[in-house]
């Protein structure tokens, strides 16, 4: 929370620096700062109002467009940008904007004031010169720097870092302006998709000690001699000895390893391991030899990692699906009922349908309480008692180790599945249809979601222990001064405009998007 006031802080000082520029600069009669923060607010205003296809109309006709000076195209929004916060200003702009008939091709026109609006406009006078063509309202389209701050403070910690970067790019040095021709290279805090992660500092092995024999002949066929031993030992604890199966354990050729302590009589893991053999260790030196790193056994203890994270997820209702790799939330008895309305055709006419959804929502704090869906199970509108399919919050986790120290590697994903667990047929089509709506901003939140989750307090994870998780998670992993990337250096707005158009026409009729300016 403290990064993101931190941000927000420096937006406003930011916006007020600009603001206390364009005062400077129109009271010694200069025009050429408003040119200038034309350039300026293209980027800016691309995100605080998501514009993907916003242009400088001046610089693009290389010549000063008539009443308007910034436009999109895609959500046919234009700006006029002036210092001049009067009433004549805006009357001059608006009857040449409607003599020119530009209210065809841009029905909302927006002006944005580089210095501070008034406190009142004339809103008759103005509805007089419109005379019905197009909607204008004052208190909504007429902005200056308060307006953009407020705007911003609604921003999460992604979006707000990309405003505060634009920003201080071009106003962030006391000596600067915009008409500096030498200044320092921009530069920004960046977000790794890596949070720090600590174990037990204890290791536990020893010597494998199971009747492979009986428990082959005890399965009645389910086994064989060859099926790999792990296959066997977890049926062995789940079909014979009827115990709930743990993870958290891994084989180094014929040693047990476990941060479980195998000295405790309670856990089923004493009673597949040779207690004579048992032994603790220092965790690092199972994978350090002479202080060097054994790289084999490195992996070994990487697995052991997994395991461990498997173990631990699954106390908390989230499963490791191994065919797509990825761990998945599962329904865990707190699930709501909800319903909608769908539509679908039968005997070639249209009809409406009610359909039964239930979602499994959990709470996590991130600038406050929230509540996120992460399992959401559609039943068929024709047959409510039966399963659709579900749509699964995942994510695909890898541990990593970076000098001394070991890090969990996050990627959020989804997962369809048809019964809860097992892949939909339809999964790939699904998930490239939800991943083209997806932006950086949502998927940095998905990300800031499943850090949370992680770190909150687990279960017991075998009977007779008291220790919370053995897997502990820190903090995102973060860095400042890194070279400034704008977006669209690999981004570029063409690119994001034949995106939209592919995705909907709804986008070339201004709809969705009126929301955002809704100050």
């Excluded at 490195?298 to 997820?313: C, D, P, S, V, Y």
């Amino acid at each position: 929370m403290s990064n993101l006031l931190h941000i927000r802080t420096r937006i406003n000082e930011l916006l007020g620096i600009f603001a206390f520029q364009a005062k400077a600069h129109s009271a010694g009669g200069k025009t050429d700062f408003n040119k200038v923060s034309e350039d300026v607010l293209v980027p800016l205003f691309r995100q605080i109002f998501d514009l993907a296809d916003l242009k400088n109309l001046n610089a693009a006709m290389k010549k000063n467009f008539p009443a308007i000076d910034l436009a999109d195209d895609l959500t046919k929004i234009a700006f006029q940008v002036t210092a001049t916060a009067d009433s004549q200003k805006i009357k001059d702009t608006l009857q040449t904007f409607v003599e020119k008939e530009l209210y065809k091709k841009y029905p909302r026109l927006i002006f944005y004031i580089l210095t501070e609006k008034k406190s009142s406009y004339p809103k008759q006078a103005f509805a007089e010169l419109i005379a019905g063509n197009f909607e204008f309202d004052v208190e909504r389209d007429i902005l200056d720097y308060t307006d953009l701050i407020r705007q911003c403070h609604t921003f999460q910690l992604d979006k707000a870092s990309k405003i505060k970067r634009i920003l201080e790019a071009n106003f962030g040095r006391g000596d600067y302006s915009v008409f500096s021709e030498t200044q320092k290279e921009p530069v920004e805090n960046v977000f790794l998709n890596l949070i720090g992660v600590t174990f037990p500092k204890k290791l536990y092995l020893a010597d494998l000690s199971i009747d492979r024999e009986a428990i082959v002949a005890n399965a009645l066929g389910a086994l064989r001699y060859d099926t790999p031993t792990r296959t066997i030992i977890r049926h062995y604890i789940l079909e014979q000895l009827k115990l709930e199966f743990f993870s958290g354990w891994h084989l180094y050729k014929n040693q047990l390893l476990t941060f479980h302590d195998l000295y405790d009589d309670n856990s089923f893991l004493a009673r597949i391991v040779d207690k004579g053999t048992i032994d603790s260790i220092k965790t690092e030196d199972f994978f350090t030899i002479n202080r060097k790193i054994d790289e084999d056994r490195e992996n070994i203890f990487r697995g052991l990692l997994r395991k461990t994270l498997q173990e631990q997820l699954y106390q908390q209702q989230v499963e490791w699906q191994f065919e797509e790799g990825l761990y998945i939330f599962v329904e865990n008895g707190s699930e709501q009922e909800t319903k909608k309305k769908t539509r679908r055709k039968k005997d070639n006419e249209s009809i409406e349908e009610e359909q039964i959804i239930f979602k499994r929502h959990e709470t996590w704090y991130g600038e406050k309480e929230a509540h996120r869906a992460v399992l959401e199970k559609f039943m068929k509108a024709d047959a409510p008692d039966q399963v659709w399919y579900c749509k699964h919050r995942a994510f695909e986790a890898k541990f990593k180790k970076i000098g001394d120290h070991w890090f969990l590697l996050l990627l959020p994903d989804w997962f369809f599945s048809y019964n809860g667990f097992d892949k939909s047929d339809f999964h790939a089509n699904d998930l490239k249809w939800l991943k083209k709506k997806a932006n950086t901003e949502t998927v940095f939140n998905d990300f800031r979601f499943l850090h949370y989750f992680l770190r909150k307090p687990g279960n017991s994870l075998l009977p007779g222990e008291t220790s919370d998780q053995l897997l502990r998670f820190g903090e995102i992993i973060s860095f400042d001064n890194a070279p400034f990337l704008y977006d669209e250096s690999w981004n570029p707005p063409e690119e994001k405009k034949k995106n939209k158009a592919d995705e909907s026409a709804v986008a070339e009729q201004n709809t969705a998007q009126v929301s955002f300016f809704d100050l």
